[in-house]
């Protein structure tokens, strides 16, 4: 027991820092999104997160907008269990055959005026699946899109600045 205590002295910390968002470039972002939701809705943007067959890379990405770092509760954004609660879809990875029916029914479930956000290079063109048997490919092959955020995956950053050019639009 010594030995390991000793050893881990004697090496010390070697992981590598986090990486480093420019915090204002983040809060600038998140104080003009919290800007649009509010003259948009008057309230919190809900969003329902679909995933349509991805590799949950951006999933990863889209559970760190939640987490204490990012916290995009602060900037009024939510993510909501019911599509019949959200007035966005946020959809990830290429649309599967077996996900094509739920995700259709996923979209007419949430409520008018909703908008649609493609996030990923899988969801935006396909990606490497593209459109074959078990593929669809694109979301826009199967609903409307009106926003893409490429990126494999995008970034937590880079999602805040497509959830505002979203709601510019």
Same mark, same amino acid.
């Given at each position: 027991?010594?030995?390991?205590?000793?050893?881990?002295?004697?090496?010390?910390?070697?992981?590598?820092?986090?990486?480093?968002?420019?915090?204002?470039?983040?809060?600038?972002?998140?104080?003009?999104?919290?800007?649009?939701?509010?003259?948009?809705?008057?309230?919190?943007?809900?969003?329902?997160?679909?995933?349509?067959?991805?590799?949950?890379?951006?999933?990863?990405?889209?559970?760190?907008?939640?987490? /204490?770092?990012? &916290?995009? =509760?602060?900037? @009024?954004?939510? !993510?909501?269990? %019911?599509?019949?609660?959200?007035? $966005?879809?946020?959809?990830?990875?290429?649309?599967?055959?077996?996900?094509?029916?739920?995700?259709?029914?996923?979209?007419?479930?949430?409520?008018?005026?909703?908008?649609?956000? /493609?996030?990923? &290079?899988? =969801?935006?063109? @396909?990606?490497? !699946?593209?459109? %074959?048997?078990?593929?669809?490919? $694109?979301?826009?092959?199967?609903?409307?899109?009106?926003?893409?955020?490429?990126?494999?995956?995008?970034?937590?950053?880079?999602?805040?600045?497509?959830?505002?050019?979203?709601?510019?639009?």
């Amino acid at each position: 027991m010594f030995r390991i205590l000793k050893k881990s002295f004697q090496t010390g910390v070697v992981t590598e820092a986090p990486p480093r968002l420019e915090d204002a470039e983040l809060d600038g972002v998140g104080m003009e999104l919290r800007r649009r939701i509010d003259a948009r809705f008057g309230r919190s943007l809900a969003i329902r997160q679909v995933d349509a067959g991805s590799c949950n890379a951006c999933e990863l990405e889209i559970h760190a907008l939640n987490n /204490a770092y990012h &916290d995009v =509760a602060r900037f @009024g954004v939510h !993510f909501v269990a %019911s599509p019949r609660h959200a007035d $966005a879809l946020l959809v990830t990875g290429p649309v599967s055959r077996h996900m094509e029916a739920a995700l259709r029914r996923t979209w007419r479930a949430t409520p008018a005026p909703k908008f649609v956000i /493609a996030a990923g &290079d899988c =969801a935006c063109t @396909g990606g490497e !699946f593209g459109v %074959s048997y078990a593929s669809c490919g $694109a979301v826009e092959r199967v609903i409307p899109v009106d926003a893409k955020i490429p990126g494999c995956p995008p970034s937590p950053l880079a999602l805040l600045k497509g959830l505002l050019h979203a709601l510019r639009a």
